[in-house]
């Protein structure tokens, strides 16, 4: 079948395409092509987008409807010759041209054929790779820039139309960076600074978090989990509230993790990394079809790792499985289904406290904790979902998820407060959780979302319809801080117990706590006249807390239910295609609060947010860069004063300047970049009296940033060579939110050389990274009652990659 519209150019199909086992189209140039005209073409199926380019331009096309099928486009707004706005449209969607011997542009659908010599293909001119959000992506793709997300407005739409900060890192740079954990990754994120012990738990804008999601799901609420980027395609930061789209979150921003979708042109990966401090972890990536017709096709991914750390005792051994399933049900239909499997075992971790007001200057390698100190975390997820195109314009979708986790720990670990100034003496309280291995946390996700585009007048929307339900079910069994199980130790001479004191049936703490919430939501993107784009939205949340709290901190339980309605409204001005000027105003509904001394459970947190900035796209749309201004509120923030005591203070502000970039300069040279500058960052209001009113927040520096670019020889020699080089700054930050006590700032810088050579059908690359090029001191990690870990010392990590 094929679609013919009358115009001033002719596509047609081109047999000769068949080399690639593609269709092809031609364009026939006239004088019409050199002239500019205003466009706006919203996101859509690439044939719905085609055709509106040929109602606008008069533009003749005819070619085979299957070369569309399945293909979407991320529309067109601005000034735009003929040919530039074909380019512009075709961009991303796997499509490619180049010029015919006659003089015509042979438009081709590149089939990705990754054991394909790309020698053979020098002649094709690639415009777009496949960058769509609900599609598998190019696993050769070495882009540093995005032009889509999804995380802001679960719609795949274009940053430069996106009335928020939103900074997406790709799976180039986690290569590049060899990023194995999240703090790694998101220290290319302005205002985003490492949590409490480095286990995942991050502040954006000042507000700590530890909530994260995969794929649009909540993967934990209660305990602290560290997530495993082996089956991670790319991360992307939504900054600021999110909770319309996805109930209960932190409203310093929101941190999702794509994983990586089974494709229907088979690739496999083996990788082995060995680093310092016998540093050892082989990953694994296998995807393809299964059946012909490609109907079925399924993806494999595991990472397993072992190591020491730089400090005594302390090591690890992680596994983690991923198989995923697609099924084209029908042309219409499709369903995917994941499993994750994760086992983490940490030993021997011991922190710093406070000496003074300062960290305690001991040596890096020194662990006040005990040999057995351990923490272990077994994490399983099922998800499933399914899609259904009623046509090109309205989509349903359905997502499940189930996870659970188990978390034991025990171990002895120096006080929140500072050691004596006289004796180097500090107190070492004992803690253990999952006293008789039966604590659990079972997370349950559903969401149903409708999605539909159409026009009233002059307006083109982008409808969104949703509703989710969350529940967390957990069991926590809890023992020590008691003066029977906590000991002494001092600085400059550390003792070491043999093993865990006896736990009294007295002094366990049982839990059980039921955490349900659902919510409503609406959003509709509306494109205007004049490259004018609004967002409109509301959500209805009802969340409820339930449970029961027996033993030596228990007690009766307050049951709590809550409602909320929570607005989010934006604008975006694009007046040049590489210029946008947004403003947004956005409510938040909380995560669940914690609980004061284990019974009354703490206020909801709100918050609102301001946020205005400038977004610019150069050099072809492979470079972006986001200048933001937040100003944001925070009521009935908590405070941890110890392990076992928070607090929810009136409310709290951070306000200031990130800037972002990311993308390809010249060819071969990358970057990617952030700086955040937070002047106020405070309590504002202190309900409960605990002396914060008017000091600066936990955790949140003045200035932060960091850069990083490679470049790669794109011709000679030694073509496939890169280097790259990069840094990381970290201005002062207190230690609690009293201003009692600080950790000094730092910088680190790092490098990076690798080397790929194509060997027959397959790719080796070898690479080694050098982080902390310098070996600083610094403290890397702080908890808002006290104790911080230093950073890692000069750290070395090879890897040797097979592609094919």
Request: glycine share 10%; net charge neutral.
């Amino acid at each position: 079948m094929t679609t013919t519209i009358q115009g001033k150019w002719q596509l047609t199909r081109h047999a000769s395409a068949l080399i690639l086992g593609t269709a092809l189209m031609t364009v026939a140039a006239t004088e019409a092509a050199e002239t500019s005209q205003p466009y706006s073409i919203p996101p859509g199926s690439l044939a719905g987008s085609l055709n509106r380019l040929a109602e606008t331009s008069g533009l003749q096309l005819i070619y085979d409807s299957a070369i569309a099928e399945g293909l979407s486009s991320k529309g067109l707004s601005g000034s735009y010759t003929p040919e530039a706005a074909l380019r512009q449209l075709l961009r991303n969607t796997g499509l490619t041209y180049r010029l015919s011997e006659n003089g015509n542009v042979v438009i081709e659908r590149q089939q990705l054929n990754y054991r394909q010599d790309p020698a053979a293909l020098q002649a094709v001119k690639v415009v777009g790779k496949i960058h769509s959000s609900f599609d598998g992506e190019d696993p050769y793709n070495t882009d540093y820039m995005r032009p889509n997300a999804i995380t802001a407005t679960k719609t795949d739409t274009p940053l430069m139309q996106t009335p928020m900060s939103v900074k997406v890192v790709p799976q180039q740079v986690l290569k590049d960076q060899q990023v194995i954990t999240v703090d790694q990754a998101l220290r290319n994120v302005s205002g985003a600074v490492s949590g409490a012990g480095g286990t995942g738990t991050f502040f954006l804008r000042g507000f700590g978090n530890y909530n994260v999601y995969r794929d649009g799901f909540l993967n934990q609420s209660q305990w602290a989990h560290t997530e495993d980027l082996a089956n991670v395609e790319r991360v992307e930061v939504l900054k600021g509230p999110g909770s319309i789209l996805y109930g209960r979150t932190e409203p310093g921003g929101l941190v999702n993790f794509v994983t990586k979708k089974p494709l229907d042109t088979p690739y496999y990966s083996l990788s082995q990394q060995f680093g310092s401090f016998d540093l050892y972890r082989t990953n694994v990536d296998a995807t393809g079809p299964l059946t012909e017709n490609k109907d079925l096709a399924y993806r494999f991914n595991l990472g397993y790792q072992s190591n020491h750390t730089f400090q005594e005792f302390g090591g690890g051994e992680r596994l983690f499985v991923a198989p995923s399933l697609r099924w084209n049900i029908s042309d219409k239909t499709t369903s995917t289904l994941k499993v994750e499997y994760s086992d983490i075992i940490e030993n021997g971790r011991g922190t710093v406290p406070l000496l003074g007001n300062r960290p305690a200057n001991i040596p890096r390698e020194l662990n006040l904790g005990d040999p057995w100190n351990v923490q272990k975390d077994e994490y399983v997820m099922v998800s499933l979902n399914t899609e259904h195109a009623f046509n090109d314009a309205w989509k349903l979708r359905h997502r499940f998820n189930f996870s659970n986790h188990v978390l034991t720990m025990s171990g002895r670990f120096p006080a929140g407060g500072s050691a004596s100034l006289a004796t180097g003496n500090v107190f070492r309280p004992f803690f253990a959780q999952n006293i008789d291995g039966n604590d659990y946390q079972h997370n349950f996700f559903n969401a149903l979302e409708l999605t539909g585009k159409f026009d009233t007048g002059f307006a083109k929307h982008t409808l969104l319809l949703g509703g989710d339900y969350y529940r967390a079910d957990y069991r926590a069994t809890s023992a020590g801080f008691t003066l029977a199980t906590r000991d002494t130790t001092n600085l400059y001479n550390p003792i070491h117990q043999a093993g865990p004191p006896a736990i009294s049936p007295n002094d366990v703490t049982i839990s059980n706590f039921t955490l349900p919430w659902f919510g409503l939501y609406a959003q509709d993107q509306i494109e205007l006249p004049y490259h004018v784009h609004l967002l409109a939205g509301l959500r209805y949340d009802n969340a409820e807390t339930s449970g029961t709290s027996t033993g030596a901190n228990g007690g009766p339980v307050q049951d709590s239910s809550y409602d909320r309605v929570s607005p989010r409204g934006g604008v975006v001005w694009q007046p040049i295609p590489e210029l946008s000027l947004y403003g947004s105003y956005t409510e938040n509904f909380g995560a669940p609060n914690n609980f004061w001394a284990n019974t009354r459970p703490l206020p909801p947190q709100t918050a609102q947010q301001w946020e205005a900035g400038i977004k610019t796209e150069l050099f072809d749309g492979r470079f972006n860069a986001t200048l933001a201004y937040f100003d944001l509120k925070k009521q009935n923030l908590p405070i941890q004063v110890d392990p076992l005591t928070t607090k929810a203070i009136g409310e709290a502000e951070s306000r200031g300047i990130e800037f972002d970039v990311a993308g390809e300069i010249l060819p071969g040279w990358n970057i990617i970049g952030a700086y955040a500058y937070t002047p106020f960052a405070k309590t504002i209001k202190d309900s409960v009296g605990s002396g914060t009113e008017g000091k600066r927040l936990n955790n949140a520096p003045v200035k932060s940033g960091s850069l990083w670019t490679t470049y790669e020889l794109q011709t000679g020699d030694m073509q496939g060579l890169k280097v790259g080089a990069g840094m990381q700054a970290v201005g002062q930050r207190e230690i609690g939110y009293t201003e009692s006590a600080q950790a000094a700032g730092y910088v680190t810088a790092n490098l990076m050389v690798s080397k790929l050579w194509k060997i027959g059908t397959s790719r080796l690359t070898t690479q080694l990274n050098v982080d902390n090029l310098f070996d600083k001191t610094y403290a890397g990690s702080i908890y808002s009652y006290g104790p911080t870990l230093y950073g890692a010392p000069r750290t070395f990590m090879g890897s040797l990659k097979v592609e094919y």
